[in-house]
C-alpha cells in the first residue's frame, strides 16, 4: 500500500462545476504539499499545509491531521485548470524530501 | 528572477553513455532534490542534498550520481548502470520556514531523457 493515496485518478468536469480530490496518507508527516503539473511538465506548488485550511483564488486546500486526510477543492472550474494534481507529503525528520501521491488527472471541459 | 533551471529540456543519448543533467538555483535555498517520474507512478527520489559538499541517497539511487560542489548546483549523472535510464526528471529546492520544519518546494522546468 502506498503511503500517499489520491482518489480519484482521473475526474472530468463540466466548465464551473465544484471540484474536490482527496488525499489520504499513512505516515507522520509535518506538512502536506498540493501541486500542479500541466501537460509541459513542470510542477508549481500550491500549497503547503500542516494544519487547518488555505485559500488562494477558487482554490481552496484543507487537512484534517488526526484522520490523515487532505482535500483540494477548485470552485466554479474552468478548462484552464486541467492538470494533474498531486499530493505530496514532507515526513517528520525528513529534511524536506518529498513522498508523492499517484496524482489525480482533472480535465475541464468547455 | 530567482528560480530553478535545468537544461536541457530535451536529452536524447545512446545505451551505455552516462549522462549528466543539470540543476542550478539562484534562490540561495541550502536544500535540493532530484525527482523521477514514470508514466502512471508517482514522483520518486533518487537523492537529496541538504548543504553543499553532503548528499544522501533517495529512494532510487541505484545507477545514478551528483555532487554538491556549489550551494547553486545539484547536477545528477545517469550513469550506464541504471537499467531504465529513460524518465522525467526533476529536481527541487526547498527553504526552511515555519518552525524549522516546513520546507516549501520550487520546482525547476524537467528533462526528459530518452535513451535510445
Known amino acids: 500500500k502506498n503511503e500517499v493515496e489520491q482518489s480519484p485518478q482521473n475526474l472530468t468536469a463540466q466548465e464551473g462545476e465544484f471540484i474536490t480530490i482527496n488525499c489520504s496518507y499513512s505516515?507522520?508527516?509535518?506538512?502536506l504539499h498540493w501541486l500542479q503539473q500541466h501537460p509541459g511538465g513542470g510542477i508549481v506548488s500550491l500549497f503547503m499545509?500542516?494544519?487547518g485550511k488555505k485559500k488562494h483564488g477558487r482554490l481552496i486546500a484543507t487537512i484534517n491531521i488526526q484522520e490523515k486526510h487532505s482535500s483540494l477543492h477548485i470552485t466554479a472550474s474552468h478548462p484552464r485548470d486541467s492538470a494533474v494534481y498531486i499530493c505530496?507529503?514532507?515526513?517528520?525528520?525528513?529534511?524536506?524530501?518529498?513522498?508523492f501521491g499517484q496524482g489525480t488527472i482533472l480535465t475541464v471541459h468547455p | 528572477d530567482g528560480g530553478i533551471t535545468q537544461s536541457p529540456k530535451y536529452l536524447f543519448r545512446k545505451e551505455g553513455q552516462n549522462v549528466t543533467l543539470s540543476c542550478e538555483q539562484n534562490?540561495?535555498?541550502?536544500?535540493m532534490y532530484w525527482y523521477r517520474q514514470d508514466p502512471g507512478q508517482g514522483l520518486r527520489l533518487i537523492y537529496y542534498?541538504?548543504?553543499?559538499?553532503?548528499?544522501q541517497k533517495g529512494d532510487i539511487a541505484e545507477g545514478y550520481s551528483v555532487s554538491r560542489e556549489k550551494k547553486e548546483s545539484f547536477p545528477l549523472t545517469v550513469t550506464s548502470a541504471q537499467k531504465n535510464p529513460t524518465a522525467f526528471y526533476l529536481c527541487?529546492?526547498?527553504?526552511?520556514?515555519?518552525?524549522?520544519?516546513?520546507?516549501?518546494?520550487?520546482f525547476g522546468p524537467g528533462t526528459r531523457l530518452t535513451v535510445l
Open positions: 505530496a507529503v514532507s515526513l517528520l525528520g525528513g529534511y524536506g524530501k518529498l513522498t
Open positions: 505516515v507522520g508527516i509535518s506538512a
Open positions: 499545509l500542516s494544519s
Open positions: 542534498s541538504q548543504i553543499v559538499n553532503d548528499f
Open positions: 527541487a529546492s526547498s527553504i526552511v520556514s515555519g518552525q524549522g520544519y516546513l520546507y516549501e518546494q520550487f
Open positions: 534562490l540561495n535555498h541550502d536544500a
